[in-house]
């Protein structure tokens, strides 16, 4: 359950937000949803896969673990990867229309206030005393946003790039030793193959539409593999 409400700078002047994190705000996860508008970010950490859904379509997802509810970048209640992904950082915020909205009216931040983390001791302010935005609810709206425009592209970008045929399953097969391994299946990636050998009007297409740089780094994620086995050998060794 929730108590989401429209954050209003009178009514919460005083209201403070823990930053938090760990398996009870849903970080012990092996994959985590992902929008275009962090790819850059994203794909330094982490390999950038799709999942195909019947009925959200294509979504793209960080993968960060090899077991279920594995999280190979979270150590009890601190991320140790460089970027976490935006729906993480958001915390118990959102962005939507308030109850009662007049035609017209923009999306505005809401939070949870059931949240743990909301009115905290040792939590954040949100607003200054002698007002205006605290430095980490600009964060937080700077995030929402990210999200927000993210969910727009993300469907026309990925139909773009499945269309042109580069969106194609891949099963991963992961060696951590001679012994183990794991298969990594159910996913689809960027074709490096297709990438590669995309005529120059394909290529024109997706750059006027400002999809061909995410298609590179998309692809260019799969490299960190590397890193998901290294750190799973370390927790397997401690």
Not at 79 to 103: E, K
């Amino acid at each position: 359950m929730t108590n989401m409400v429209a954050l209003d700078n009178v009514a919460h002047h005083a209201l403070k937000v823990a930053l938090r994190h760990g398996a009870a705000f849903g970080d012990a996860v092996n994959q985590m949803l992902l929008f275009p508008t962090e790819f850059e970010e994203a794909q330094r950490e982490f390999p950038i896969l799709f999942r195909r859904d019947p009925a959200e379509g294509l979504q793209a997802v960080a993968l960060l673990g090899l077991d279920r509810d594995e999280n190979l970048f979270l150590e009890s209640d601190r991320w140790t990867s460089r970027y976490i992904p935006a729906l993480q950082q958001r915390g118990p915020f959102l962005i939507g229309l308030p109850n009662g909205a007049a035609p017209g009216q923009g999306p505005v931040i809401h939070v949870d206030l059931d949240d743990p983390r909301v009115g905290a001791a040792d939590g954040q302010p949100l607003f200054l005393p002698h007002g205006g935005n605290a430095p980490y609810l600009d964060h937080v709206g700077r995030i929402l946003r990210l999200i927000y425009t993210g969910l727009e592209a993300a469907q026309p970008m990925y139909a773009a790039l499945d269309a042109l045929g580069l969106i194609r399953p891949v099963a991963l097969e992961v060696m951590l030793n001679e012994e183990r391994r794991f298969l990594v299946e159910g996913f689809e990636g960027i074709s490096q193959e297709r990438l590669a050998a995309l005529s120059g009007s394909e290529l024109e297409q997706l750059h006027h539409a400002g999809y061909l740089a995410s298609a590179f780094l998309v692809a260019a994620s799969i490299g960190n593999v590397g890193r998901l086995i290294e750190r799973k050998n370390a927790r397997r060794a401690a």
